[in-house]
């Protein structure tokens, strides 16, 4: 049972903590929240000077204009393929380049949502924050990059295969394969064989699909991948189990494409993965809560 003395210094803890939270409620609401309420008018503000540019029917002459006083005024120098949002927020904001790449990042998803300057501080809080928005205009950069990447490494892997691959040919009963190779848009065309007696044997050939052959391809990597971690570390299993590979499967994949070891796996990659598109990514930083 709590003492005299222990029930008094927890009347006087619990009227502290009680001021304090007082506090910080009055606090959170004349600082945080009314500087929020602020910096979403403002960018309602600055969609709306982007807005009335858009309208003015002398759009380049403007942007001509603004990039001149930014270069001229403040030293800040702006590249051609700078957005005209970008370009506005940066005046604005006096060239702090990664709050404007922020700020008109903000913007810039909102109209592509549709929603005009007047509506943009209702469509900030719908979405929880500015932070909230960066994060989804984030990760559609993200799928975008790794969409590109995707595309760029199939690319490169179709020519690798033409120029380095040679695992058999495929004599049809019928004589000439009929079907061009350009067909559909696809730059192969795709057997099914299985194994009869001891022989490999097509039995069928596919209608053309780029998307049958998509998946081909990245079936094709995702194995390369699996093989770079065969080198007896346990990751193999771990990378397998993960992807729903089968271990030993992979590695009759890997002998019938004269894949002799994870070294060589890893040289396939290197050879396909080529240049890498560059994104800005966006900064956590902002100059006021959000």
């Known amino acids: 049972m709590a003492s005299t003395k222990q029930k008094t210094i927890l009347a006087d803890v619990l009227a502290q ?10 606090y959170v609401e004349q600082f945080v929240t009314r500087a929020n309420d602020e910096l979403y008018a403002m960018l309602a503000d600055m969609m709306r000077v982007r807005e009335d540019i858009a309208a003015s029917g002398c759009e380049e002459y403007l942007v001509k204009s603004l990039r ?5 005024q403040w030293d800040i120098k702006t590249q051609k393929n700078t957005s005209v949002t970008a370009l506005v927020v940066r005046y604005i904001t006096r060239g702090k380049r ?12 909102a109209t592509a949502a549709g ?8 469509y900030i809080r719908q979405q929880g924050s500015i932070d909230a928005i960066r994060k989804k205009t984030a990760d559609t950069e993200l799928r975008k990059q790794q969409t590109e990447q995707v595309k760029l490494m199939q690319g490169n892997l179709a ?32 057997s099914l064989s299985t194994c009869i007696n001891g022989k490999e044997q097509v039995v069928a050939t596919i209608y053309p699909s780029a998307f049958i052959v998509d998946y081909c391809l990245n079936l094709y990597l995702l194995a390369c991948k699996a093989a770079t971690t ?12 993960a992807n729903s590979l089968n271990m030993d499967l992979v590695h009759w994949w890997m002998q ?21 598109p560059k994104h800005e990514a966006a900064n956590e930083a902002y100059a006021l809560t959000a």
């Open 159 to 190: 020519r690798y295969l033409v120029a380095n691959k040679d695992v058999g040919t495929i004599a049809f009963a019928n004589g000439a394969h009929k079907i061009s190779a350009g067909a559909a848009d696809c730059e192969f065309n795709v």
């Open 256 to 276: 019938d494409n004269n894949i002799a070891s994870a070294a060589d796996a890893q040289a396939v990659l290197e050879s396909v993965r080529g240049k890498q």
């Open 115 to 122: 929603i005009t300057s007047d509506k943009l501080v209702d």
């Open 230 to 241: 065969d080198s007896n570390t346990g990751d193999f299993y771990g990378f397998c189990k």
């Open 68 to 72: 001149r006083t930014l270069r001229e």
């Open 98 to 109: 990664q709050l404007a790449h922020n700020y008109a990042g903000v913007i810039d998803r």
């Open 17 to 26: 903590v009680d001021t304090l939270s007082t506090r910080h409620d009055m």
